[in-house]
């Protein structure tokens, strides 16, 4: 088969942004891979790389997919025989294997409704969260530093001791204090880009194991 190219005619009233974005998901062979073997997202294959490396997804665990929409990392854990909560603000179509929360995660009452969907706490917190980006460099990283801020404060509410935590942030590293405490509370912290990410992309994952529950 001849390795073509999906060209993209401008269609009136789309933004050229708009149309360089749909060329790039028409090529994209992680798009094209992930239709073809049931994938939601291209993003399954960022987490089954992050498994293969770091061993987070074993059978039997209880595992948090936090933003989860449209369901492609559910998808992984669930595949993996993990017992999955996915938790969204948004609807999501069901996920065999997992149980959907509906709610914000930066609620109050989610990590109570977490906890009472697994039956206890969480073998692993994953986030592949990102925010919507104004394209300055500065206010964007702050953003998703927030995010994963936020989503590291929910994972030690509701780990195991020992238990795990995987969230997406940009090149250009962790805020200082934000990765100092994730030091403090886990043994060990590394960063990995998977090779699903876009070649352009500034998108790293924090993958943080051996949770210390008793050093809050």
């Keep these: 088969m001849r390795n073509e190219k999906t060209r993209v ?5 789309r933004k050229l942004s708009s149309t360089l974005w749909l060329k790039r998901q028409l090529n994209d062979p992680y798009v094209q891979r992930a239709k073809a073997e049931g994938f939601r997202s291209r993003a399954a294959y960022k987490l089954l790389e992050i498994d293969e490396k770091f061993k987070l997804l074993k059978a039997g665990a209880a595992v948090v997919d936090l933003g989860a929409a449209p369901g492609g990392w559910t998808q992984v854990a669930a595949q993996k ?8 603000v948004l609807a999501m179509p069901p996920v065999p294997g997992a149980s959907l ?6 609620d109050d009452a989610a990590p109570q409704a977490i906890k009472a969907a697994l039956g206890g706490k969480a073998d692993v917190v994953l986030s592949d969260m990102a925010p919507n980006t104004i394209g300055h460099a500065a206010t964007d990283h702050l953003r998703i530093m927030a ?10 509410d509701v780990l195991e001791e020992g238990g795990s935590f995987a969230a997406k942030t940009w090149q250009g590293g962790a805020e200082a204090g ?3 405490e994730i030091k403090r509370r886990f043994r060990s912290v590394r960063h990995v880009k998977p090779k699903a990410s876009r070649a352009d992309s500034a998108e790293m994952y924090i993958v943080a194991q051996g949770f210390r529950a008793g050093e809050a």
């Design 9 to 13: 005619k401008t269609a009136k009233g």
């Design 147 to 156: 995010l994963v801020e936020l989503a590291f404060a929910f994972a030690c």
């Design 101 to 106: 929360v509906q709610m914000d995660f930066a």
């Design 178 to 180: 934000v990765l100092a």
């Design 81 to 88: 025989q993990c017992r999955v909560v996915a938790l969204d």
